[in-house]
């Protein structure tokens, strides 16, 4: 199977175990996972609602998230939250503090 079959296949199942298993579940806390895409067959995650700012939001990933998705989705590699803040920022915040800057 080629990557675009491979994406659009993992992007379906992924949108399909949002919809039916885990956003039902979130719901009861007032949140809500949507998918943010696919890469390197990693399908990546954005927390909505109060679940943005959970402080247990790693529990949830580990015991519900993650198990429901790759039971459901099993050609994925893994999941991952993206955090509210883009990965090239951050990537460049990072780099401003090993600099030293001040």
Excluded: W, Y
Excluded at 58 to 81: F, N, Q, R, W
Aim: charged share 20%.
């Amino acid at each position: 199977m080629n990557d675009s079959v491979q994406n659009n296949s993992i992007q379906s199942q992924a949108k399909r175990a949002l919809s039916e298993q885990i956003n039902p579940i979130l719901k009861l806390h007032n949140g809500f996972a949507e998918l943010a895409g696919i890469q390197e067959d990693v399908i990546l995650l954005r927390m909505r609602g109060a679940c943005s700012s959970c402080a247990d939001i790693s529990g949830t990933l580990d015991e519900v998230i993650v198990p429901l998705m790759l039971k459901a989705v099993p050609e994925a590699k893994g999941v991952e939250v993206l955090g509210n803040v883009s990965p090239e920022l951050f990537d460049f915040g990072k780099k401003l503090m090993g600099r030293g800057i001040g």
